[in-house]
């Protein structure tokens, strides 16, 4: 089973709200991702949780809050978004983030539109 | 700055045809590269990944890999209309937080019936 679960698949929001993307895995990873993407261009790494610690932050504005309350539960909590924000949100986990053969598995996405 | 090129495309072939997607690299020290499916407003799915130089094939698929040009290719035999998607090159790099993942642009591929 290769795994990660999303939810909401779709969100709208005004930018004066505060909501939260969720993310589930239960293949034992121990490593979490949150990328961003938008239309016709790669994925971005936002953030990297490796045991249950936040190791890496691509410089993201605050307006995204990255939770990790255990090993298998990744939040991305929004606040304050700007248009601009409206985008795929992919979250993704692999093994470990310490090993070169490390394969990293997408769940299905949270499409975000920014009102 | 870690470097993912690809061609972009549109790549056209016909239905039967062999795809040829390919992907180069700037970091030497990398040493897995990844092929991902992508369809149009889903997410990424893993199709092959490789990690010695060399042939790897699985199916229709075949990866291949020449760290000394820092080139990765992924090659589609018997094309299929179902294999239209765009295809993420990902290769992965060493920094002080661990091993992570850069993604080339991507190729969209089109087989025509």
């Known amino acids: 089973d290769t795994e990660v679960t999303q939810t909401p698949k779709h969100l709208v929001m005004g930018m004066t709200n505060k909501k939260s993307l969720k993310c589930e895995q239960h293949?034992?990873?121990?490593?979490m991702y949150w990328y961003k993407q938008k239309a016709k261009k790669p994925p971005e790494l936002m953030f990297v949780?490796?045991?249950?610690?936040?190791?890496i932050n691509e410089s993201v504005p605050s307006r995204f809050s990255p939770e990790c309350p255990n090993s298998s539960l990744l939040n991305l909590h929004l606040h304050a978004l700007q248009p601009e924000d409206s985008a795929l949100y992919l979250c993704?986990?692999?093994?470990?983030?310490?090993?070169?053969?490390?394969?990293?598995?997408f769940g299905a996405g949270t499409r975000l539109s920014v009102l | 700055q870690k470097e993912v090129e690809q061609n972009s495309g549109p790549l056209s072939v016909p239905e039967g045809a062999i795809a040829s997607l390919n992907c180069t690299y700037s970091?030497?020290?990398?040493?897995?590269f990844f092929w991902y499916r992508q369809y149009s407003g889903k997410s990424p799915e893993l199709i092959m990944f490789?990690?010695?130089?060399g042939d790897k094939e699985d199916g229709r698929f075949t990866a291949q890999l020449n760290k000394a040009s820092q080139y990765v290719s992924l090659l589609i035999r018997d094309s299929q209309p179902s294999d239209s998607a765009t295809y993420l090159c990902?290769?992965?790099?060493?920094?002080?937080?661990?091993?992570?993942?850069?993604f080339g642009p991507g190729t969209r591929l089109s087989v025509l019936p």
């Open positions: 949780y490796s045991y249950e610690k936040l190791s």
């Open positions: 970091d030497r020290g990398s040493q897995s």
């Open positions: 993704a986990s692999s093994q470990t983030s310490g090993l070169a053969k490390n394969i990293q598995y």
């Open positions: 293949m034992g990873h121990r490593a």
């Open positions: 490789i990690y010695s130089n």
């Open positions: 990902a290769v992965n790099y060493l920094d002080n937080y661990g091993q992570n993942f850069v």
